[in-house]
Structure formats: C-alpha cells, structure tokens
C-alpha cells in the first residue's frame, strides 16, 4: 500500500502552482519516487539546495542559473538536471522567466546517470532540448493529469520517461570520443550562428545553449576547421557582410555593421579588412564597377 500526501500551492501573482507527494512511509520503494511537480514564474534572485533530485526546463523567457560557480544561459528549452544538495541560484537578468521542474528520488539513480556516461563526481548537466517542448510537455503531464486516484506507480514510468529524455540528449551531445557526436555538435553549433548572426560574439552563450564548456567547443572547431569558434563565427559574419553590402546599396556600413552584432563601424571595418582584404566600402565599390561592366 501506498500513502499519498498532496499539497497544492497557488499563487496568481507569482504564476507558481506545486504538488508535493509525501511518499516517504511507503511500504516499499519505486525505483523513482517523485517527490513534487510545479512551475513557476521567476522574479527575483534566489538560491537553492534540496535533498533530491530535479529535473528543471525553461519554458518561456531567458534568464540564468549558477551552478557550482558555472553560469548557464536559460531560454526556451534550456534544461538542467540537478543530484541531490546541489546548491544553485537563479538570476533575473532582465524580465520574469517560467520554470517548470519535476523532483525525485530512488534506487534507479544510482546507476542510471553512469549507464548514460554521466562522470561520477558530476551533480549537473545541462543541455538544450532539441525537441522542445518534448521534456517539459512530459513534466506538465504529471502535473496536469496527478489525482488521488492515479496510481503512484505512473508516475514512475512517467519519471523514467523523463530522465531517459534527458540523459539520451546528454550522451549524444557530450560522448567526446564519438566522431558522430563530434560532428553534431560542430553542425548544431553552426546552425546556432546562422540563426543568431545578427547578435554578438557571444561564444558562452553558444557553448551554453550546446550544454557544453566553451573550452570544449574551441576544441572541436580547432580540429575541424583549425580555428576558434569566435573566429569562425566572425568568418560568417564578414561573409553576410559581403552579400549585404552588394545587395543593398542603400544600407550605410554602419548600420550593416550593428545588424551583424558589431559594437561600431569601426571595429566591423577592421575585422572585415582582416578577413576579406579590403575595407567594407572598396568591397561594394568593386562589385559595384563589375556589376555595371557585366551589363553592359
């Protein structure tokens, strides 16, 4: 037999609404226990420590989390999985951000994250949900569907559920010495770029959304492409550039430079002079004078 506790908390104003199970004078033991379900709208700095397992996603908004003097970036589809008195903090680096999250215990977690190459002495992981919503959409089913007549053996195969997710995408995403990973990484990486061209340089914020350490990510781009992210990233860049200048005439160079994240026009001319051999304004001057000769 099974003893089920339940406590609901709802605040409107805080968007937080959180089930507790108390599940802890059970006759015997699931191999994942689930300990609470909730969301909840970030709006202030706080930290953290509890004595259990978590799985948490970002579902809407960006913010920040610390976690053992590691920043993370969250945004849309960030998820972080959390071993028992890992403290961690949340920031609000700007507007409110929600969290939906999902804690745990059981005799699984003993094995489990070794089974998925999880380093003994790691009690984080971050990674970003490439099928997003797929993991929070899982967690928002415990909290959606949980009554006292569900039976607290689903919601076992529920958690388990969950973590598989999680752990899979770890594995493919941080499995070093697999070429294939390797190469999802660097491909997932340059994807990253090309949708953000138009932001900063900003190589941690990448390596973040990745799950991965930046060092780790200069080290893959080095032995494909012997070169930094950073530098490849701006590579990209000054290609963008050279489209963009050609195609629209009418666009002044420093405005081209902040559409492609540059601080000033200046700094976008030295590196575009760095990487293409002219300034940005002889390059549309060239192309201009070979375009007008082309049609006559």
Not at 193 to 221: E, V, W, Y
Not at 278 to 296: C, F, G, Y
Request: charged share 20%; proline share 4%; with cysteine.
């Amino acid at each position: 037999m099974f003893i089920i506790g339940k406590e609901f908390i709802y605040n409107r104003e805080k968007s937080k609404l959180h089930i507790y199970i108390d599940s802890e004078n059970n006759e015997r033991q699931l191999p994942l226990s689930l300990i609470d379900v909730g969301y909840q709208k970030i709006t202030e700095n706080y930290k953290h420590s509890w004595p259990f397992y978590q799985i948490v996603c970002c579902y809407q908004g960006e913010g920040s989390v610390t976690i053992d003097n590691n920043v993370y970036r969250l945004s849309q589809g960030s998820i972080f999985y959390l071993s028992p008195n890992t403290e961690h903090e949340y920031h609000l680096d700007g507007n409110p951000y929600f969290l939906s999250w999902v804690s745990f215990n059981g005799y699984l977690m003993e094995r489990l994250p070794k089974d998925y190459e999880l380093p003994d002495d790691c009690n984080h992981a971050v990674i970003q949900d490439r099928f997003y919503p797929r993991i929070h959409m899982q967690i928002m089913s415990i909290l959606e569907h949980f009554d006292m007549s569900y039976l607290i053996e689903r919601t076992s195969v529920l958690m388990y559920g969950i973590l598989i997710e999680f752990f899979i995408q770890y594995k493919s995403r941080h499995s070093a010495s697999n070429p294939i990973n390797q190469n999802h990484l660097i491909d997932a990486a340059i994807d990253w770029m090309k949708s953000n061209i138009q932001t900063p340089t900003d190589i941690s914020c990448l390596a973040d959304n990745l799950g991965i350490s930046r060092q780790h990510l200069n080290r893959l781009f080095r032995s494909r492409f012997n070169t930094t992210t950073k530098d490849f990233f701006m590579k990209l860049k000054i290609l963008q550039a050279e489209k963009d200048l050609i195609h629209y005439p009418e666009i002044a160079v420093k405005d081209i430079a902040l559409q492609l994240g540059f601080v000033n026009a200046s700094h976008f001319t030295k590196v575009f002079h760095k990487i293409a051999g002219v300034s940005p304004t002889e390059h549309r001057a060239k192309q201009q004078i070979r375009r007008t000769a082309l049609n006559k």
